[in-house]
Each structure stands twice: as structure tokens, then as C-alpha cells.
């Protein structure tokens, strides 16, 4: 059974840094794509940015672009989502998902299988 645990969320100022963490277990995740979204208060879920695990090829939304970087570590089994100048529209519970995809990105919900439960980022003004 595949498990994604988000963690890192928390309070910040605007301007400033966070790093997620999605630990994955469960799972040949060699073979999978992985993303990261984003739900704000009465927002639909948002797509921010994906990345293969093992191509390593990446893919951002154009609204995050530049201020956000998705990386993995093979060792861990863990994707990281760093976000520099956060601003207060950031504001969100942001998860971790998975899709059995072994080169393939997808910016679209629907297309991931698994699902963290989510970690709340709030950035204050």
C-alpha cells in the first residue's frame, strides 16, 4: 500500500522559505511521477509542480515558476518542494501525490493514484 506523508508546512512571513517533504513508501517508485499541489480556503486543488522519479525531468505550473523547486532523494524516498518568496497567496494546504507514470508529468489530479494528507503552509503579510 502506497504512503506519501507531507511534512515541513508551518507559519512564515512574506518573503520567506519553505521546504516540504513527501515521504513515499509502499511502492517501486521508480516507476512513478510524482507531484505537488495545493488547496487553498475555498480554492480548487491546485497544480504546482511534478517530477519523475527516475528521469528526474521536472515540470512547474507557470504560476509558482521561479519560486518553487522539486527535487528527489532515492536514498530517502522522499520528494522536497523548496519555495522561496513566499507571499501571502501561497496560503494553502499543500499535498503529495503519486501516479504510476515512469517518464510521463501530469499537471492534472485526476491522474494521480495517491494522496498525502496534506500540510498546511500559511505565509502571513
Known amino acids: 500500500q502506497v504512503q506519501l506523508v507531507e511534512s515541513g508546512g508551518g507559519l512564515v512571513q512574506a518573503g520567506g522559505s519553505l521546504r516540504l517533504s513527501c515521504a513515499a513508501s509502499?511502492?517501486?517508485?521508480?516507476?512513478?511521477?510524482m507531484g505537488w499541489f495545493r488547496q487553498g480556503p475555498g480554492q480548487e486543488r491546485e497544480f504546482i509542480a511534478a517530477i519523475s522519479w527516475i528521469t528526474s525531468r521536472t515540470y512547474y505550473a507557470d504560476s509558482v515558476k521561479g519560486r518553487v523547486t522539486i527535487s528527489r532523494d532515492n536514498a530517502k524516498i522522499t520528494v522536497f518542494l523548496q519555495m522561496n518568496s513566499l507571499k501571502p497567496e501561497d496560503t494553502a494546504v499543500y499535498y503529495c501525490?503519486?501516479?504510476?507514470?515512469?517518464?510521463?508529468?501530469?499537471?492534472?489530479?485526476?491522474?494521480?493514484?495517491?494522496w498525502g494528507q496534506g500540510t498546511q503552509v500559511t505565509v502571513s503579510s
Open positions: 501525490a503519486a501516479r504510476v507514470a515512469v517518464s510521463g508529468l501530469s499537471s492534472f489530479a485526476n491522474d494521480y493514484e495517491y
Open positions: 509502499g511502492g517501486t517508485f521508480s516507476r512513478y511521477a
